[in-house]
């Protein structure tokens, strides 16, 4: 059982991309690199000003800029307790009481220092989504662009799905996903993957998830692999942009059948694609060259 989430976190801001390789040497309390355009944000559960400063002596393209503290709840921005949402009940990894309901999906979940621990409006919703689209039309494969910490990508599996792949620019997202694929003993139906949606819109998807920025969806909504699917759910959209992408949907010919929203702030859409019959699920692909295929 994974041991718990560090009370405090040590956030340290570097300009520039710090090598993996010296990812090594920054100690036993460094938890991961969370990479933001140029800049890498090292976390750790102790301070580390010294190894930081070493390795970036070391890399003459690598900046110091500043450090940050945070307590773990300040970071993901509420207490991570078990909670329900649609089918399933989430619980934190490291706890050690079993499901407390019934009639419905466990799944735990651990979100490191990666957002999505499931307690956002918009994440809450999808699974609903999710929980509503199996009852209504079960999907057997599933793309889920923009995976985070994989707790979408995790109900789909659970739920009974084939294949997913669970997609993710970000590699310590990747990382998150997959630990979390395998807390929930989904290896290897669920493969994360590093890279952007447009590197696996080329694979089967009678579902594709995107709780993704309105911009993001605004431009997937261009192409034509990501409309030729069975359904499609969009979330993470406030109220002008769900208006927005409603009006663009119509204009392609495509239906919205169900709408979720939280105090009409927060929207989720259940769009029914282009595409009318079931994909198979394929052998999984061999990793392109300079994409990363994490199990």
């Given amino acids: 059982m994974p041991e718990g989430p560090p009370e405090r976190l040590y956030v340290y801001c570097v ?3 710090v090598p993996v390789q010296a990812e090594g040497r920054l100690g036993e309390a460094f938890l991961g690199n969370w990479v933001e355009g140029t800049s890498s944000f090292l976390f750790f559960s102790e301070p580390a000003e010294d190894p930081v400063l070493r390795v970036v002596a070391d890399h003459p393209g690598l900046q110091y800029v500043e450090d940050h503290r945070f307590t773990y709840e300040e970071w993901i921005g509420e207490r991570f307790e078990r909670f329900r949402a649609g089918d399933f009940e989430i619980c934190p990894a490291w706890s050690r009481s ?6 419905s999906l466990p799944m735990r979940l651990d979100p490191g220092v990666v957002f999505g621990s499931g307690l956002h409006p918009t994440t809450r919703d999808c699974l609903k989504a999710l929980s509503w689209l199996w009852r209504e039309d079960p999907p057997r494969t599933v793309l889920d662009l923009g995976t985070g910490t ?5 109900a789909a599996g659970l739920l009974g799905a084939d294949r997913i792949a669970a997609v993710d620019l970000n590699p310590l997202c990747v990382r998150t996903a997959a630990r979390n694929v395998r807390l929930n003993g989904l290896e290897p139906r669920v493969q994360t993957v590093l890279g952007s949606a447009e590197d696996v819109l080329d694979r089967p998807g009678d579902l ?4 993704i920025h309105h911009e993001v969806i605004r431009g997937l909504l261009n192409l034509e692999a990501f409309l030729n699917r069975r359904w499609i759910v969009l979330s993470g959209l406030m109220r002008t942009q769900a208006r927005d992408l409603k009006d663009r949907l119509r204009g392609l010919g495509l239906r919205i059948i169900r709408e979720w929203d939280q105090d009409m702030v927060w929207h ?3 769009v029914r694609g282009k595409r009318t019959t079931f994909q198979s699920p394929a052998q999984p692909p061999r990793a ?7 199990r």
């Fill in 268 to 270: 989720t859409l259940a």
């Fill in 288 to 294: 392109r060259k300079g994409k990363g295929l994490c």
């Fill in 15 to 17: 300009e520039g991309p």
């Fill in 150 to 154: 994989g707790v979408l990508a995790v």
């Fill in 98 to 103: 079993g499901p407390q309901g019934t009639s």
């Fill in 208 to 211: 594709v998830l995107a709780n």
